[in-house]
C-alpha cells in the first residue's frame, strides 16, 4: 500500500504493513518529545510558577483532544474506505465533511476560550499565584486551537490513503520551529519583544501556521490525491449524513478517552495517599510506559487504516490476515521493546528520577506492569478493526468496563493488601482482561457479521 495506490492483496501485507508503521511510530515519538521539550524551555527559563501556569492547560488540552481526535477516527474510516473503493469523490466528500465541522468547532473554541479563559481556569481551582500567568498563555492556545485541530485532521487523513511519510515530515517541521523560535520568543532574542510565558504559545501557533502552509504547496507539488485544491476545496461544506457517520464512529473514541482520564486521576489520587517517592515513580514509570505503548497504539491505527481500505474494495476476506499481521507485529515490536524495558529499567528510571531508593521503586512497580503491554496492544488491534467496520459501541463498553469495573476497584482493593505494588497489579489485570473481552467479541461475535462499507 502506498499513499496514490489502495490495498492490494497481492503485495505482502507484513512488509506494507511495516512501510506504513515506521513513519507512524517515529511521529507519535516526535510528538511527545515536542511536548517534553516545551515543558523544558518553561521550566528552565521561566521558572517553578511557569511550569504550573503552564501544567493547568492540560486537562483543557485533552478534552479539546477528546473531540478531534474523536471526529479524526471517524474521518480517517471512512477516508480509508472510500480509498480502498477507488472512489476519489467521496475521499474528498469525507475529507470537505470533516473539515467543516473542525474549522466551525474550532472557532467556536477559540472565540468562547478567549472570552472565558479566567472563569474556566477558577472553574478548575488554579492557584491565585499562577493566575495571572495562566490566563494569557490559555488565551493563546485556544486562539490558536482551529490550526491544531486542522493539523491533527488533515495528517490523519492522509494515512487512511495510506500516506504516513508526510505527516512525519510535517510532525518534524513543528518540531523543529518550536524548537529554534520557544527560547527566542520567551527571552526576547534578535530584537523581537521578550514574552515571556504567551512565547511558547505563539510560538506552537507559528509551528502549526508552518506546517499547514507546507503540507499546502508539498501536496500540490505532488499531486497528491488530498492535495487542497480546487476539486477538494468545494467539498468543505455541511453533509448531513457523512456528519451524522464521522460522529458516531469518533463520539465513543472521545468518550473513551475522557472516562480513562477521569480513571487516571483517581489513581493518581490513590497514588498520592503513598507520598512523593510514590508519586515520583508512578509518574517515572508512566513515561516509560508511553514509549513502549506508541508502537502498539501505532500498529492498532494502522490496523484500522488496511482493514478500512480492504472493506471499501469489497474484500472482507483479507480482515483476519490484517488482523494476524498487526498481532504479529504487536508481539515483535511492543514484545522487544519490553524485553529491553526489563534489561534497562535501572538506567531508564535514572533518566527521571535522582534519589536511588526511588529508582529501586520505581524499578519493582516496571516489573509488574511491563508484560501486559503487550495484552493492551493486542486489544487495541481488535478494537481498532472493528472499528474500520462501523462497530464502534460494543469496544468502547468493554474498554470503559475494563477502566471502571476491573482497573479502578481492583486498584483500591489490592492496594489494601498489596500496598503501592497493588495498583500496578491493577494495571496488569485490566490489560489482560481488557485484551480477553475484546478478543472474544472479535471472534464469537463480530466476525461472524457481513462486513460491508459504510459509505
Known amino acids: 500500500m502506498t499513499e496514490h495506490q489502495p490495498f492490494n492483496s497481492q503485495q505482502k501485507l507484513w512488509k506494507s504493513f511495516l512501510i506504513f508503521l515506521v513513519p507512524l511510530i517515529a511521529t507519535n515519538i516526535l510528538q511527545n518529545l515536542s511536548g517534553t521539550v516545551n515543558t ?42 472510500a480509498w480502498g473503493a477507488k472512489n476519489i469523490e467521496k475521499v474528498h466528500s469525507v475529507v470537505g465533511s470533516t473539515l467543516f465541522m473542525t474549522l466551525i468547532g474550532g472557532s467556536v473554541i477559540a472565540f468562547l476560550g478567549v472570552f472565558f479563559a479566567k472563569y474556566i481556569l477558577l472553574a478548575l481551582g488554579t492557584d491565585s499565584e499562577v493566575l495571572h500567568l495562566s490566563i494569557p ?64 504559545a505563539i510560538a506552537t501557533i507559528i509551528g502549526f501556521s508552518i506546517a499547514l502552509i507546507f503540507l499546502y504547496f508539498y501536496l500540490n507539488k505532488k499531486n497528491h490525491p ?59 514509570v508512566n513515561q516509560v510506559l508511553n514509549y513502549i505503548q506508541f508502537p502498539a497504539l501505532s500498529i492498532a491505527i494502522a490496523a484500522s487504516i488496511f482493514a478500512a481500505q480492504a472493506i471499501g474494495a469489497g474484500k472482507s476476506d483479507l480482515l483476519n490476515k490484517v488482523n494476524r499481521t498487526a498481532l504479529t507485529m504487536n508481539i515483535l515490536f511492543t514484545g522487544t521493546l519490553v524485553i529491553l524495558a526489563y534489561l534497562f ?27 501486559s503491554i503487550v495484552f ?34 481492583c486498584a483500591y482493593l ?11 497489579y491493577a494495571y496488569a489485570l485490566a490489560f489482560v482482561c481488557l485484551c480477553l473481552m475484546q478478543g472474544l467479541y472479535y471472534h464469537l461475535v463480530w466476525k461472524k457479521k457481513t462486513i460491508q462499507a459504510l459509505i
Not at 492547560?57 to 474510516?77: E, K, N, Q
Not at 528510571?349 to 516496571?366: K, S
Open 414 to 424: 489490592f492496594s489494601e493488601r498489596w500496598g503501592l505494588k497493588g495498583i500496578w
Open 137 to 200: 498563555y490559555v488565551q493563546w492556545m485556544l486562539a490558536g486551537s482551529p490550526l491544531l485541530f486542522i493539523y491533527i485532521i488533515y495528517t490523519s487523513i492522509l494515512r487512511g490513503v495510506g500516506d504516513s511519510t508526510t505527516p512525519l515530515i510535517a510532525s518534524g517541521m513543528t518540531i523543529a520551529t518550536g524548537l529554534i523560535i520557544t527560547p527566542v520568543l520567551i527571552a526576547g532574542k534578535f530584537g523581537l519583544p521578550k514574552l515571556g510565558i504567551v512565547g511558547p
Open 226 to 284: 488530498l492535495r487542497p485544491d480546487a476539486a477538494l476545496l468545494r467539498h468543505i461544506r455541511y453533509e448531513p449524513e457523512l456528519s451524522k457517520i464521522i460522529l458516531r464512529l469518533g463520539i465513543p473514541t472521545g468518550i473513551q478517552m475522557v472516562t480513562t482520564s477521569v480513571a487516571g486521576l483517581v489513581i493518581v489520587g490513590l497514588v498520592n495517599r503513598y507520598g512523593a517517592d510514590a508519586t515520583a515513580a508512578y509518574g517515572a
Open 40 to 81: 523544558v524551555f518553561v521550566g528552565q527559563m521561566l521558572g517553578v510558577h511557569a511550569i504550573a501556569a503552564v501544567s493547568v492547560f492540560f486537562p483543557i488540552l485533552f478534552c479539546l483532544m477528546a473531540f478531534v481526535i474523536g471526529l479524526s477516527a471517524g474521518a480517517t474510516v471512512l477516508v480509508g474506505q
Open 345 to 371: 529499567s535501572k538506567y531508564l528510571m535514572a533518566l527521571f528520577i535522582t534519589d536511588p531508593q526511588v529508582v529501586v521503586l520505581g524499578q519493582e512497580l516496571l516489573f509488574i506492569v511491563l508484560w
Open 376 to 409: 493492551f496492544g493486542a486489544s487495541a488491534i481488535f478494537s481498532s478493526i472493528m472499528r474500520a467496520s462501523g462497530t464502534v459501541t460494543v469496544p468502547m463498553i468493554i474498554n470503559i468496563a475494563a477502566i471502571l469495573l476491573i482497573e479502578v476497584p
